[in-house]
């Protein structure tokens, strides 16, 4: 057994076997600092691959004796938790989080008890797999064990918990470590904000920023860029303005991201010519827009069925040596359907290749979804049965948008057989779908059988 009150930890020898060999490869040389052992950094293991790790965290934990020979250093038991940190740090982002844990609780049992560096490292892992239980019984051992959370553990389970919807068990556990005597910083603070905008909790957003600029929390860019967001996502762009004339009196200066969200607020709550006009004013000050810029602004002059103004971004962007992405392609193939531009469509797809752009499933969708709805129901077959051609797997919204065209155009023979093709690959009927069949039994009970999730659609 590996014991902490050996002199140190040496697991060498002449019955070397292959996975010693291999750890050997993966972690020479040996890490010494003024003539003492320190930890290997965990870059290190990163740079190798899952299998070193795996070896190396199991010569470690296995309590053979031949095993224990196989270590390829030794090192003082004052600067294992390093070490052991370095390990568990290697494990977690190579997902193997529960190999992390089992290691976590072998050096403890052997006597080595882990530091705030280690309970928030592998606190971060169970995160970051949203492995709550197991996160919050890690942080309650140490409380226990005297070991003084420190604010990357905080920070580490407000911010897994706002990702993961959990914001009210976020709020909780800043409260917690306030009343530990420990104040949030503005990476807690925009996590939560954060957090609260994700479900349009605008109020309880202002309240923590309110919080944070009376506790003498300084608010960066991204705090702000956070709390214009929740107010552009309620439409609420006065006060999204307000924010925005507010950051140069506290030395800040807005960025691209901060820019793109108000433009974004300004096309969905007042019209798309409002966002053009605030950008031509920002690149009269000195602001140069970037793709998303022109994306966000494209498909919102495309929603207000404004091809003409869209394509002009369009050839702007290309003006400003801005290589338009896919998105805008799709958001532009789109348009074109709906203003009955056909040819322009079509003429617009042919050019991917040209620009070096490879359709995706939403491109390969809009094109089917149009050409169904212009009642080319041939082309729109063609087009869907290129995609698996080209690599691009048919999803669940392939399969319901060409079934949806040939049921709109009364053939039950070829939607049938699409129908039998999309159950077979386990896909589900959408309520659109299901809707054009409701007085099909046969197709209703085929569409039933794709899932248990179908047997969910309610319809009359």
Same mark, same amino acid.
């Given at each position: ?276 006009? *605030? ?57 074109? *359907? ?10 617009? *797809? ?76 386990? *896909? ?33």
């Amino acid at each position: 057994m590996i014991s902490a009150k050996r002199r140190g930890f040496c697991l060498s020898g002449p019955h070397r076997s292959a996975a010693g060999r291999s750890l050997d490869r993966h972690c020479r040389p040996p890490y010494t600092v003024a003539g003492k052992v320190s930890p290997p950094p965990a870059s290190n293991f990163r740079k190798e691959s899952k299998s070193a790790i795996t070896l190396l965290s199991q010569c470690l934990i296995i309590d053979d004796v031949n095993s224990q020979r196989e270590m390829p250093y030794c090192f003082s038991a004052s600067s294992a938790n390093g070490y052991f940190c370095a390990i568990i740090d290697s494990l977690c982002k190579d997902t193997l989080v529960t190999e992390a844990l089992d290691l976590f609780f072998k050096i403890k049992s052997e006597g080595i008890l882990p530091d705030v560096v280690t309970y928030s490292t592998l606190i971060r892992g169970l995160c970051m797999s949203s492995r709550w239980k197991e996160a919050f019984m890690l942080l309650n051992q140490m409380l226990r064990a005297n070991i003084t959370p420190n604010i990357i553990t905080f920070s580490t389970l407000v911010d897994g918990l706002c990702k993961d919807g959990k914001v009210s068990r976020a709020h909780r556990v800043v409260k917690l470590m306030m009343q530990r005597g420990l104040e949030p910083n503005v990476i807690i603070y925009s996590s939560l904000m954060d957090g609260y905008c994700v479900h349009n909790q605008v109020d309880q957003a202002r309240e923590i920023f309110d919080l944070m600029v009376s506790k003498g929390c300084t608010p960066t860019v991204v705090t702000y860029s956070i709390l214009i967001h929740c107010y552009c996502k309620r439409k609420m762009i006065d006060e999204a303005m307000r924010l925005l004339d507010e950051m140069p009196c506290k030395g800040l200066s807005p960025n691209q991201v901060t820019y793109n969200t108000l433009l974004r607020g300004l096309c969905k709550a007042k019209s798309p010519w409002a966002a053009h006009k *605030f950008l031509k004013n920002l690149c009269a000050s000195g602001h140069s827009p970037d793709n998303v810029t022109y994306s966000i602004l494209i498909d919102g002059f495309c929603k207000h069925m404004c091809l003409d103004m869209a394509l002009d971004l369009f050839h702007e962007m290309q003006n400003n040596l801005l290589k338009p992405h896919l998105i805008i392609y799709n958001t532009l193939i789109d348009g074109m *359907f709906k203003a009955g531009k056909v040819k322009d469509a079509k003429e617009l *797809f042919s050019r991917l290749s040209i620009e070096g752009l490879h359709p995706d499933v939403c491109t390969y969708n809009t094109m089917v979804n149009g050409l169904c709805k212009e009642g080319l129901l041939d082309e729109a077959l063609k087009v869907f049965k290129e995609m698996e051609g080209k690599g691009c797997l048919p999803n669940s919204c392939s399969y319901n948008v060409i079934i949806q065209g040939y049921l709109r155009h009364n053939d039950l023979s070829m939607a049938t057989e699409l129908i039998d093709e999309m159950v077979g690959k386990g *896909f589900s009927a959408d309520a659109t779908t299901m809707e054009l069949v409701v007085n099909n039994d046969l197709l209703v009970k085929k569409l039933l059988s794709c899932s248990k999730s179908s047997q969910d659609v309610k319809f009359k």
